[in-house]
């Protein structure tokens, strides 16, 4: 595997909803403060990491830190049910008998739980499964629920990062998969001179707003911008040719557009031509639904804009208790950034 899974494994494994990123910001700290010139933190708790360029334009990426996940709004004083808001999207078929930590003055295991299926009625097996018909079951009584868990806390899921044939799975791989790539993209260009100032974003709060890249973008104002994220890989039997997005194996993929921005068609051009110039095997995504950073980064650049595209991970599964990978993309993402990142300079943005 051409690929560091320990690291990539670590990366997803570290709890960091939306919010709550504090555990898996140190952890980014660790690896990238030794590969660039400039390291902060903002007010909101992006880590921004500079690597300084020949010239003053600036080229900013970003790639979110934040998980999906739950915040604590209620206990039950008899039982000690946890009840919970989701932070981010979920599928509510997904959190039957889901494992989750609760993360209060430590950390306490918990399992999804709901009605049982033998007690509901014919009506209520026959609608649609409600986010809020779930609660959390510590397994502990009441008092010490309630001494171990302040309201508002953060509640994550729990699931091992592992290989599942040729492909990497567990939870989280959107976004921690792009989080490992922009530090490899770091560590591999460490030694290499890059034309512009280059400001690498691991962002806050994106699955619920890209609240993160818009705070970022409006402090360093880019000319370029590259967000690095997942995508739909609805690649199974049932998916028409149409609805697949992308498909998993077949190469890294270059955004057209998601349900939030159109990407600027120079970028999109560049990032063509950058993979076909490096041999490069590339996808072309139109997502349907959903959206990423780099809508922030696109609109929040100063008064100007900034010339903004995507690349992303085909991901099987995204939002769902096991997300699922193929190295090989990951590999080829890593790559495609790298070569954008070096290449910006010598293309003519003019036409």
Not at 30 to 48: F, K, T
Not at 105 to 110: A, N
Not at 212 to 217: E, M, Q, R, S, Y
Not at 289 to 307: E, H, S, V
Request: aromatic share 6%.
């Amino acid at each position: 595997m051409d690929i560091n899974f320990n690291l990539l494994k670590r990366i997803c494994e570290e709890p960091g909803t939306s919010g709550f990123e504090k555990r898996i910001r140190d952890l980014v700290i660790e690896e990238v403060e030794a590969l660039v010139d400039e390291l902060s933190i903002d007010h909101i708790g992006n880590v921004i990491a500079v690597k300084k360029g020949k010239s003053e334009k600036r080229l900013m990426l970003a790639a979110h830190m934040d998980e999906i996940g739950f915040i604590v709004k209620h206990i039950d004083e008899k039982t000690g049910i946890v009840y919970f808001n989701p932070l981010g999207g979920f599928d509510p078929k997904t959190l039957t008998s889901m494992r989750v930590k609760v993360h209060g003055k430590e950390d306490i295991l918990g399992v999804m739980g709901g009605k049982p299926i033998h007690l509901m009625s014919p009506k209520e097996r026959g609608e649609k499964l409600d986010l809020g018909k779930y609660y959390i079951d510590t397994g502990l009584p009441a008092e010490k629920v309630k001494e171990l868990v302040p309201i508002g806390s953060p509640v994550t899921r729990i699931g091992d990062l592992e290989m599942l044939g040729e492909t990497v799975m567990g939870k989280s791989l959107d976004n921690r998969v792009s989080v490992f790539i922009l530090i490899e993209v770091l560590r591999e260009l460490a030694n290499t001179d890059v034309p512009y100032d280059t400001y690498a974003v691991f962002t806050v709060q994106e699955e619920i707003g890209c609240r993160g890249a818009l705070v970022a973008t409006h402090t360093i104002s880019p000319d370029f911008g590259i967000c690095l994220d997942t995508t739909i890989a609805f690649d199974t039997p049932e998916a028409k040719a149409e609805e697949k997005i992308t498909e998993l194996g077949k190469g890294t993929a270059i955004k057209v557009m998601d349900s939030s921005v159109v990407c600027d068609y120079r970028m999109v051009a560049f990032m063509k031509e950058r993979a076909e110039a490096e041999g490069i095997t590339y996808q072309t995504e139109l997502l349907t639904r959903g959206g990423t950073d780099t809508m922030g980064i696109q609109r929040m650049a100063d008064n100007m804009g900034a010339i903004c595209g995507a690349i992303s991970i085909p991901t099987r599964n995204i939002h769902q208790t096991i997300e699922m990978c193929h190295p090989a993309d990951i590999r080829k993402t890593i790559d495609l950034t790298k070569a954008c990142i070096t290449g910006l300079a010598d293309y003519d943005w003019s036409h």
